[in-house]
Nanobody, 124 residues
Framework: QVQLVESGGGLVQPGGSLRLSCLGSGRIFNINTMNWYRQAPGKQRELVAT???????NYADSVKGRFTVSREYAKNTVYLQMDSLGPEDTAVYYC??????????????????WGQGTQVTVSS
């Protein structure tokens, strides 16, 4: 059973920083694109940052220059460094990944997985 587990969320003052982590575990053969999404109360989930298997990155306009996505391939982990945080960044942040894994039957699948989310609150 593949799992994605986020950590690193919390309460931070405006202008502060947080670093989110997302660890993939289970019978993983390969992780392709990894993404960070967020969902604020009353709003739709939005894509924040993407990093491909070759290390190419892309960001939402709202976070460009403030957020940095990176990954450690050997650890099946993706990070989101968030700087200059503002109240508008308050949301639940979710990790999402395109993973090639082996099911209980031994068959190999390529499918998307989501983490459970981690709360980020920016407030004074």
């Amino acid at each position: 059973q593949v799992q994605l587990v986020e950590s690193g969320g919390g309460l931070v003052q405006p202008g502060g920083s947080l670093r989110l982590s997302c660890l993939g575990s289970g019978r993983i053969f390969n992780i392709n694109t990894m993404n960070w999404y967020r969902q604020a109360p009353g709003k739709q989930r939005e894509l924040v940052a993407t990093i491909t298997s070759s290390g190419n990155t892309n960001y939402a306009d709202s976070v460009k220059g403030r957020f940095t996505v990176s990954r450690e391939y050997a650890k099946n982990t993706v990070y989101l460094q968030m700087d200059s945080l503002g109240p508008e960044d308050t949301a639940v942040y979710y990790c999402n990944a395109d993973i090639v894994d082996q099911g209980a039957s031994g068959a190999v699948f390529r499918r998307g997985y989501w983490g459970q989310g981690t709360q980020v609150t920016v407030s004074s």
